[in-house]
């Protein structure tokens, strides 16, 4: 992620962090606070991150909840999609996720050759 949006020059300053829960999954709550902070602070969040089927843990956020967020705040969701056929199987949240917001299919293993070891 950092080394994306150095390349982009969005700056590794402008990055906020959302906290996850014990299974990896993002905490929806805790991202529209983050959003709320930096709307204060005078800046426009740009770009919401999630991940369905994480590297390490395969957590999958609850990308129903983000979109919706994202959606209220007018902010371009990126969603890192790991391991397709199995969220496709035992969930329906993705299929509902581009009715929602701006959804792109994007492999940054490719571009950014990104190598995680566990």
């Known amino acids: 992620m950092m080394k994306g949006v150095n390349w982009l020059g969005i700056g590794t300053e402008n990055v906020v962090e959302v906290e996850c829960d014990n299974e990896g999954r993002m905490m929806v709550k ?10 204060k602070e005078g800046k426009q969040p740009l770009i919401v991150v999630a ?3 994480t590297t390490v ?7 129903t909840e983000i979109a919706d967020v994202c959606s209220k705040y007018k902010i371009w969701l990126h ?31 490719l571009v ?6 566990s």
């Open 79 to 109: 969603l890192d999609v790991r391991h397709v056929k199995l969220y496709d199987t035992l969930h329906t949240d993705l299929r509902k996720i581009p009715k929602q917001g701006d959804t792109r299919w994007f492999n940054n293993n």
């Open 57 to 63: 843990l395969g957590a999958f956020d609850p990308l």
């Open 51 to 53: 991940t369905a089927g």
């Open 30 to 39: 805790q991202l529209e606070e983050k959003i709320e902070e930096v709307t």
């Open 112 to 117: 950014f050759d990104y190598k995680q070891q």
